[in-house]
């Protein structure tokens, strides 16, 4: 069964810095684009960011260009998020994702972590 659990959420002050890990099990780990996205009560998910399987091509949000950076190292079926410069209207759950496409569509996302509470603030 495929699983990814997120990690390392938590409560920061504004411009404070958190690391997000996301580890996989139950699928090719290697074979699949992973994204990061946020939601908010009552508001749609939204991506963040994403990593490709192969190239490594990474695309992110404007809202946080510049402030977060994904990695992954597939030797440990993990993806991590660094997000630093963290402002109030960061604050939602995150969620990995996992997709054989490299694409912020949410939709085209087959696994769901649970999700980790982010909460920045000011």
């Known amino acids: 069964e495929a699983q990814l659990v997120e990690s390392g959420g938590g409560l920061v002050q504004a411009g404070g810095s958190l690391t997000l890990s996301c580890v996989a099990s139950?699928?090719?780990?290697?074979?699949?684009?992973i994204g990061w996205f946020r939601q908010v009560a009552g508001k749609e998910r939204e991506g963040v960011s994403c990593?490709?399987?192969?190239?490594?091509?990474?695309d992110y949000a404007d809202a946080v260009k510049g402030r977060f950076t994904i990695s992954r190292d597939n030797a440990k079926n993990t993806v991590y998020l660094q997000m630093n410069r963290l402002k109030p209207e960061d604050t939602a759950v995150y969620y990995c994702?996992?997709?054989?496409?490299?694409?912020?569509?949410?939709?085209?996302?087959?696994?769901w972590g649970q999700g980790t509470q982010v909460t920045v603030s000011s």
């Open positions: 994702a996992a997709s054989q496409k490299f694409t912020v569509v949410t939709g085209d996302y087959a696994y």
């Open positions: 139950g699928f090719t780990f290697d074979d699949y684009a």
């Open positions: 990593l490709s399987a192969i190239d490594r091509d990474t």
